[in-house]
């Protein structure tokens, strides 16, 4: 069922450039990366089901669920497994913890999707994909990408924040600092000429040196 464009198999994926396309097989049904267009796209890929760290990852996920679609985004996760392991997995999450994980989840026993994204780290292992997150924006560009060992795992309200921070720099044209949440001031960009960088401090702006501003939205 899976279907990865050979362009994009051997190259590792980059910042702000196409997300590697695929069509797969998930709980939900056929997916491919053009149904989530004028959508952000969470993906994310986790060792193997039936784990613990998975599984904390995923209730996480799906307790966050509701706050990432209101930003306008959909979750979708993937792992080496099964649709039948993904299925029962769910199922017991839901069974045994009480949450009900709604998004769907990529079969990829081909794991041509993972080696499409980079997910497949030697060094982690060989058979499973690492913890990795890819944030895709609507016209498919991927915005962001973070990879987490075997052994830890992600925060997942981070992942919501970073989020909400690239939406705002889309929106507004500038850059959030450290730790950025909604209300807090963001950074202007810098001057790019020394006449621009004179003019700065002039501009009324929060500087603490002509390549240093910040203001409210």
Not at 54 to 82: P, R
């Amino acid at each position: 069922m899976d279907n990865i464009e050979p362009a994009q198999t051997s190259a590792f994926p980059q910042l702000n450039k196409p997300a590697p396309n695929f069509k797969a097989k998930t709980t939900h049904g056929e997916k491919q990366l053009s149904d989530y267009k004028g959508k952000w796209l969470v993906l994310f890929s986790h060792p193997a089901d039936f784990t613990p760290v998975c599984t904390t990852e995923f209730m996480a996920f799906a307790k966050h669920h509701d706050e990432f679609l209101a930003e306008g985004a959909d979750l979708l996760g993937l792992s080496i497994d099964s649709y039948y392991s993904h299925v029962a997995w769910v199922r017991n999450i839901k069974e045994k913890f009480g949450v009900d994980v709604k998004f769907p989840i990529i079969e990829d026993l081909s794991m041509k999707v993972a080696k499409a994204y980079g997910m497949v780290h030697p060094g982690a292992s060989d058979t499973s994909a690492v913890r990795a997150t890819f944030i895709i924006d609507p016209e498919g560009i991927l915005r962001a990408m973070v990879y987490y060992p075997m052994s830890n795992g992600r925060s997942i309200p981070e992942f919501l924040r970073l989020l909400r921070a690239l939406k705002t720099a889309d929106a507004h044209k500038v850059a959030t600092p450290e730790g950025w949440q909604p209300g807090d001031k963001v950074i202007v960009p810098p001057p790019q000429n020394a006449d621009a960088a004179e003019a700065r401090l002039g501009e009324g702006y929060e500087c603490t040196d002509w390549y240093f501003c910040k203001k409210d939205l």
